[in-house]
């Protein structure tokens, strides 16, 4: 069994900054894939960026160029750093860790960005 606990979430203007914080405890192995997806009020959960043990990244085109993910496989935190943050941005941004075929999601933290 897998924890997530998401952290950094908060209130920000058009253009500023936010750095989200996930630290993954429990059955962790050396292998698996960590990422942040976000929902929008009345839309879908959707893809914002995923990180592999290596390095390895993929983005969404919507926040690639603006948004950076990162690992630490020491402590099994996952972290995005959200740069010249738009409205559109808006959301509960959730946590993903893939381990084999198992899925754990944390419960989110709420990212707001004001115009």
């Known amino acids: 069994q897998v924890q997530l606990v998401e952290s950094g979430g908060g209130l920000v203007q058009a253009g500023g900054s936010l750095r989200l914080s996930c630290a993954a405890s429990g059955s962790i192995f050396g292998f698996n894939v960590m990422g942040w997806y976000r929902q929008a009020p009345g839309k879908q959960r959707e893809l914002g960026a995923i990180?592999?043990?290596?390095?390895?990244?993929n983005y969404a085109d919507s926040v690639k160029g603006r948004f950076t993910i990162s690992r630490d496989n020491a402590k099994n935190t996952v972290y995005l750093q959200m740069n010249s943050l738009k409205p559109e941005d808006t959301g509960v941004y959730y946590c993903?860790?893939?381990?084999?075929?198992?899925?754990?999601w944390g419960q989110g933290t709420q990212v707001t960005v004001s115009s």
């Open positions: 993903r860790l893939v381990q084999m075929e198992n899925v754990y």
């Open positions: 990180i592999d043990r290596a390095g390895g990244t």
